[in-house]
């Protein structure tokens, strides 16, 4: 079982920032790709950014130019550095990795959450 663990969610004033980081533990696993999403209250949950294990990016319109998505392949880690926070960012924040293990082949895992705050 591949466990992840999401950290460095809180409250914050807008146009602060913020670095969420996302933690996979595990035996005989590879990433292929590791990703952030997001839920508000009373929406879906939507895509904020994902890495591949090669360095690929993709960013929802919304955060682009505002969040970096960053990944450590050795410590099978990723991070979201989130600038200029607006209200509407807040939500739970969601780790979603692509993972590949012998026999089981590839799936998808999700972390815990976190939530993030922005006042106004």
């Known amino acids: 079982q591949v466990r992840l663990v999401e950290s460095g969610g809180g409250l914050v004033q807008a146009g602060g920032s913020l670095r969420l980081s996302c933690a996979a533990s595990g035996s005989s696993f590879k990433i292929n790709a590791m990703g952030w999403y997001r839920q508000a209250p009373g929406k879906q949950r939507e895509l904020v950014a994902t890495i591949t294990s090669g360095g690929i990016t993709n960013y929802a319109d919304s955060v682009k130019g505002r969040f970096t998505i960053s990944g450590d392949n050795a410590k099978n880690t990723v991070y979201l550095q989130m600038n200029s926070l607006k209200p509407e960012d807040t939500a739970v924040y969601y780790c979603?990795?692509?993972?590949?293990?012998?026999?089981?082949?590839?799936?998808?895992?999700w972390g815990q959450g976190t939530q993030v705050t922005v006042s106004s």
């Open positions: 979603k990795s692509t993972i590949f293990r012998t026999l089981l082949g590839q799936y998808d895992s």
